[in-house]
C-alpha cells in the first residue's frame, strides 16, 4: 500500500462514469420564455421554495411529496427552456486546451492522455508504462476550483452576507462554477468546458426510474437530495434577483434550474477535501485532470502536498502503456456511488446497507447493556452496517450485538467481574465470544433481522434480475435496480451467515466445548484482532437532533472537527450533506449545521455523466 508522509493528505475521488455530452449551445430568450413574465417565474419560485420548506412530511408521505415538486420544477424547467448557455461543440473539442492549460500551470501531463472508455466514459489512459507507487500526476492549486478562491471571485460580496454560502462548501462551489462558466475571460473554462453536459446522478433521473428505488435504503437520501437542491435553487434564485450584494453576478439573465443542477451534479461528482494553504483548516475543491480518472477497488493513491503546494496522485498497480489508469474514490457503498456519483460499481468490495439498532429503553436490563456499551465506546442506539464480506458484520457491530443479547449475569461479569476491565476489548474479537448461548443468540437475531427486512422490498431477487435482462432498459432504470439487488444480495448473504454460525455455535453447545477463556497474556491477540475498522454511519440521536435544531432556528455552528485539520484527517469527506441527506435551511437566518466530516467514508469524488447509449 502507500504510506503517506506527513506532507501528505490522503484524498479520494469521487466518480465518473458517463455520457458523450452534446453541448447545445442555445440563445438565451428563445422560443415559448419570452412569454414568461420575471413576476410569473418569482412567483412559482416562490412557491417551490415554500413547497421545499415546509416541515418534513409525515411517514409514507414522501413519496407523495417528491411528486409535488417534482411538478413544480418541470413546470419550471419548461418556462426557463432555452434560457442555459452553454459552449459550442462537444467535450472532447476542449480536451487539448485542457491539457495546455494543465502544463502551462505546472501540472503534470506527459504520461497520459485523455481517452474515451465505451461504457466507463472519459478516463485517462497511460503514455508510457507506469509502475506501481510512481508519482505520476500532480495539479498545483492555482488550478484547483475552491472555496478560497469562490470567496475572491465575483461571488466574494455576496460569500460574506449569505449563511448557507458560509455554510455550505459545496453549494458555494456550485455557484462559483456557475458564474465562472458565465465569465468569458474566466481561467478555468478550459476545465470547465470539458466537463459533461450531463450526469446520471438522481437528480436526472425520471419520475419512473426514480420509483424503482421505492422500499430501498437509498430512496429517502435520493428524495431528500431532490428536495434540498429545488430548496437551494429558489433560495438562490430570489437571492440573484434581490440581494443588492448579487447584483454583479453574472447569473442575472439565467440562472435556471437546469444550470443549477448541472452545477450541483458537477460538484457532488468530483469534489474534495484539501487543506487550505497555511494547512489549518480544510475546504473543499475542484481538481482538474485528476477528477478524469474513474474508480476501481483499492486503496486510496492521491495525497496532498503541502511543501509544493499540490494534489499528488501515485499509481495504484503497474499499468502497461494504453491501459486505463484507475483511482480508488474511498470505502463508499454502492447506494453512496450511485447517490453522489451517477454509477453502480460491479464488484463494489466496500457495499454494505445500513441496519438500525437500539437497546430499548423501557428494557429490564438497559441500564446494565448502556454501561457495558459505553465502556466499549459504542453507542446504545445506531446505524450499524452489514457488509457484503464474510463476515458481515464489523467488530463494532459484533460488540454491540453480544452485549444486546447477554444476561443479567453476564452483564455483570462485564462490569464488575474478574478482568473486568480487559474483557470489553474482546467484546469484538471473534477469539473471545461471551458464551455460546450469547453467540447462538446473537447470530439468531441477525439471521431475524435480515429476513425481516429483505421482506420489505416489492420485488425478488429473481425478479430483479428477469428486469434487468429485458433490453429496452434505460440506463437509469439499470442503475436502481441494479443498486436494489445488491442490497438485497447483501441482506440474503447476511441471513446465510447467521444460520451457518448459528448451527456452529448450536454444535459447540451440545458437545459441551470448552469456552476459549481470556488470559491477560492474551492483550497480544487484542492488538491485531480481525477487529476491521469500527464504521458507525450516525448516530440516529444525531439524526433526531439534526430535525430539532432546523425546526428550532439556531444559529450557524461550524463543526469544530471540520476546522481544525489535527483532529480530522483530510480524507475528502463530506459526502452526507453532498446536497442532501442532511436538511439545510431555506433562509438566511435559518439554521446551518456544518455537514460532519464521515470518518469511515474517506471520499467524496465524481462521475461524469456519460450514459452507455450515447446519450438522452
Keep these: 500500500?502507500?504510506?503517506?508522509?506527513?506532507?501528505?493528505?490522503?484524498?479520494?475521488?469521487?466518480?465518473?462514469?458517463?455520457?458523450?455530452?452534446?453541448?447545445?449551445?442555445?440563445?438565451?430568450?428563445?422560443?415559448?420564455?419570452?412569454?414568461?413574465?420575471?413576476?410569473?417565474?418569482?412567483?412559482?419560485?416562490?412557491?417551490?421554495?415554500?413547497?421545499?420548506?415546509?416541515?418534513?412530511?409525515?411517514?409514507?408521505?414522501?413519496?407523495?411529496?417528491?411528486?409535488?415538486?417534482?411538478?413544480?420544477?418541470?413546470?419550471?424547467?419548461?418556462?426557463?427552456?432555452?434560457?442555459?448557455?452553454?459552449?459550442?461543440?462537444?467535450?472532447?473539442?476542449?480536451?487539448?486546451?485542457?491539457?495546455?492549460?494543465?502544463?502551462?500551470?505546472?501540472?503534470?501531463?506527459?504520461?497520459?492522455?485523455?481517452?474515451?472508455?465505451?461504457?466507463?466514459g472519459y478516463g485517462l489512459k497511460a503514455a508510457k508504462d507506469i509502475k506501481a507507487e510512481e508519482l505520476f500526476l500532480w495539479i498545483p492549486r492555482k488550478m484547483l476550483m475552491t472555496v478560497e478562491s469562490a470567496k475572491n471571485s465575483v461571488l466574494g460580496p455576496l460569500y460574506s452576507q449569505d449563511r448557507i454560502l458560509q455554510a455550505m462548501g459545496n453549494v458555494t462551489l456550485a455557484l462559483h462554477l456557475l458564474c465562472e462558466r458565465a465569465n468569458p475571460s474566466s481561467p478555468w473554462l478550459p476545465y470547465i468546458k470539458t466537463l459533461p453536459a450531463d450526469y446520471d446522478t438522481p437528480l436526472y433521473f425520471e419520475e419512473e426510474e426514480v420509483r424503482h428505488l421505492l422500499a430501498t435504503q437509498a430512496i429517502q437520501d435520493v428524495l431528500s437530495q431532490y428536495k434540498n437542491t429545488a430548496r437551494q435553487y429558489a433560495y438562490f434564485y430570489k437571492?440573484?434577483?434581490?440581494?443588492?450584494?448579487?447584483?454583479?453576478?453574472?447569473?442575472?439573465?439565467?440562472?435556471?434550474?437546469?444550470?443549477?443542477?448541472?452545477?450541483?451534479?458537477?460538484?457532488?461528482?468530483?469534489?474534495?477535501?484539501?487543506?487550505?494553504?497555511?494547512?489549518?483548516?480544510?475546504?473543499?475543491?475542484?481538481?482538474?485532470?485528476?477528477?478524469?480518472?474513474?474508480?476501481?477497488?483499492?486503496?486510496?493513491?492521491?495525497?496532498?502536498?503541502?511543501?509544493?503546494?499540490?494534489?499528488?496522485?501515485?499509481?495504484?498497480?503497474?499499468?502497461?502503456?494504453?491501459?486505463?489508469?484507475?483511482?480508488?474514490?474511498?470505502?463508499?457503498?454502492?447506494?453512496?456511488?450511485?447517490?453522489?456519483?451517477?454509477?453502480?460499481?460491479?464488484?463494489?468490495?466496500?457495499?454494505?446497507?445500513?441496519?438500525?439498532?437500539?437497546?430499548?429503553?423501557?428494557e429490564r436490563l438497559y441500564a446494565m447493556k448502556a454501561e457495558v456499551l459505553a465502556r466499549a465506546g459504542i453507542p446504545a442506539s445506531s446505524v450499524f452496517a452489514l457488509h457484503c464480506s464474510e463476515p458481515p458484520i464489523t467488530a463494532q457491530l459484533l460488540a454491540f450485538l453480544r452485549v444486546f443479547c447477554m444476561t443479567e449475569e453476564e452483564l455483570r461479569d462485564y462490569l464488575v467481574g474478574d478482568h473486568a476491565i480487559n474483557k470489553i476489548f474482546t467484546l469484538g474479537n471473534t477469539e473471545f465470544p461471551v458464551s455460546w448461548e450469547n453467540e447462538i443468540k446473537l447470530w439468531t437475531f441477525l439471521e431475524t433481522r435480515a429476513a425481516l427486512l429483505l421482506k420489505t422490498y416489492k420485488t425478488t431477487a429473481e425478479e430483479d434480475r428477469s428486469m434487468l435482462e429485458k433490453p429496452d432498459l434505460s440506463l437509469h432504470s439499470r442503475t436502481a435496480i441494479k443498486l436494489r439487488l445488491a442490497e438485497k444480495e447483501i441482506l440474503e448473504r447476511a441471513v446465510s451467515s447467521g444460520r451457518a454460525k448459528r448451527l456452529h455455535f448450536q454444535k459447540q453447545l451440545d458437545e459441551g466445548a470448552p469456552l476459549p477463556l481470556y488470559e491477560e497474556s492474551d492483550i497480544a491477540l487484542l492488538e491485531n484482532a480481525d477487529a476491521k475498522l469500527p464504521i458507525i454511519l450516525r448516530k440516529l440521536e444525531e439524526e433526531d437532533e439534526c430535525v430539532q435544531e432546523e425546526m428550532n432556528l439556531a444559529q450557524i455552528k461550524p463543526?469544530?472537527?471540520?476546522?481544525?485539520?489535527?483532529?480530522?484527517?483530510?480524507?475528502?469527506?463530506?459526502?452526507?450533506?453532498?446536497?442532501?441527506?442532511?436538511?439545510?435551511?431555506?433562509g438566511g437566518d435559518a439554521v446551518v449545521k456544518e455537514s460532519k466530516v464521515e470518518k469511515h467514508d474517506p471520499s467524496t469524488k465524481r462521475t461524469e455523466g456519460e450514459p452507455k447509449d450515447g446519450g438522452k
Design 559 to 586: 463543526d469544530a472537527a471540520c476546522l481544525d485539520s489535527s483532529i480530522t484527517p483530510v480524507l475528502n469527506g463530506q459526502c452526507k450533506d453532498l446536497n442532501g441527506t442532511q436538511e439545510d435551511p431555506p
Design 239 to 362: 437571492v440573484i434577483h434581490t440581494h443588492p450584494n448579487a447584483s454583479k453576478l453574472p447569473l442575472k439573465d439565467a440562472f435556471t434550474f437546469d444550470d443549477y443542477r448541472w452545477a450541483v451534479s458537477s460538484v457532488m461528482t468530483r469534489q474534495n477535501q484539501i487543506p487550505t494553504a497555511d494547512g489549518s483548516r480544510v475546504t473543499l475543491a475542484l481538481i482538474p485532470l485528476w477528477d478524469m480518472c474513474n474508480h476501481t477497488n483499492g486503496l486510496i493513491t492521491t495525497g496532498y502536498n503541502l511543501e509544493d503546494d499540490r494534489c499528488e496522485c501515485v499509481a495504484l498497480k503497474d499499468y502497461k502503456e494504453g491501459e486505463q489508469i484507475y483511482i480508488f474514490y474511498g470505502t463508499r457503498s454502492n447506494a453512496e456511488f450511485v447517490i453522489h456519483n451517477g454509477f453502480f460499481f460491479e464488484g463494489n468490495a466496500h457495499d454494505r446497507v445500513k441496519i438500525k439498532l437500539g437497546v430499548s429503553k423501557s
Design 1 to 120: 500500500g502507500l504510506s503517506l508522509f506527513s506532507k501528505y493528505h490522503p484524498l479520494s475521488q469521487t466518480s465518473k462514469m458517463g455520457k458523450k455530452s452534446r453541448v447545445k449551445t442555445q440563445k438565451s430568450g428563445t422560443g415559448a420564455t419570452a412569454a414568461v413574465s420575471p413576476k410569473e417565474m418569482m412567483n412559482l419560485i416562490s412557491e417551490l421554495l415554500q413547497k421545499c420548506s415546509s416541515t418534513a412530511p409525515s411517514p409514507g408521505k414522501e413519496w407523495e411529496e417528491y411528486v409535488q415538486i417534482r411538478a413544480l420544477v418541470e413546470k419550471i424547467r419548461k418556462k426557463q427552456k432555452g434560457l442555459s448557455v452553454s459552449f459550442e461543440g462537444t467535450r472532447e473539442d476542449f480536451f487539448s486546451e485542457l491539457m495546455a492549460w494543465a502544463a502551462e500551470c505546472g501540472a503534470s501531463c506527459d504520461g497520459f492522455e485523455i481517452s474515451n472508455f465505451a461504457d466507463e
